[in-house]
């Protein structure tokens, strides 16, 4: 073979490739479950000071009390929210990261594959080629051999019509008839091998 053919893949490159795609989306799959959870995590209460305004406006004044928090504790509390959903954001972050790089890699794997198949399939397309040329070659051996020859014994077809009598020479017209009726071996087996005098 030439060196500009394809060289066939190992059938054990290729299925790796499928295997490390198939755990690369399920690790995917699995990412996207955890960033679903982190974002329904976000849906935090939010204090800030137009709320404080609010307790103080609902209680007259009267009382700055939030299940017995004074306003340095409410103030407190929201900050700690604050962090709690920057802390979340962050991670969601880090988990999108990692979603586009595994996005990228997946991306990488199946243009892997793709050439792979396309290896596999120029192979088989030059596996094909070769043997329909062996088939033709020995097709044509095979022709030259027995043309010339003479019948060993009357062939008939399947309807009882003469195809050859015996002693009568084999030309290239009646191998391809005797092969379009499947009995170009009938004619080989019988043919007599000692070719036309000259």
Known sequence: MGSDEWEKPKGEEYRYLQQHIEEERQLNGELLAKLATLK?????????????VLIRKKTKESVLLLHGQNEVDVLALHESYKRKKLGREQEIA????????????LGMLLNEVEKA????????????????????KSEALKKNYIAGKRAGEDLHDQE?????????????????????LNLLTQLILHMNMLTQSK
Do not use: C, F, N, W
């Open 94 to 105: 880090i988990v999108e990261q990692e979603i586009h790089k595994k996005k990228q890699m």
């Open 40 to 52: 329904r995590g976000l849906q935090l209460p939010e204090v800030d000071e137009e709320y404080i």
């Open 117 to 136: 198949s396309g290896k596999i399939a120029a192979a088989h397309s030059q596996i094909k080629k070769e043997d329909t040329d062996k088939s033709s």
């Open 160 to 180: 009882g019509k003469l195809l050859i009598a015996e002693g009568d020479l084999i030309t290239m017209e009646v191998i391809e008839k005797a092969k379009r």
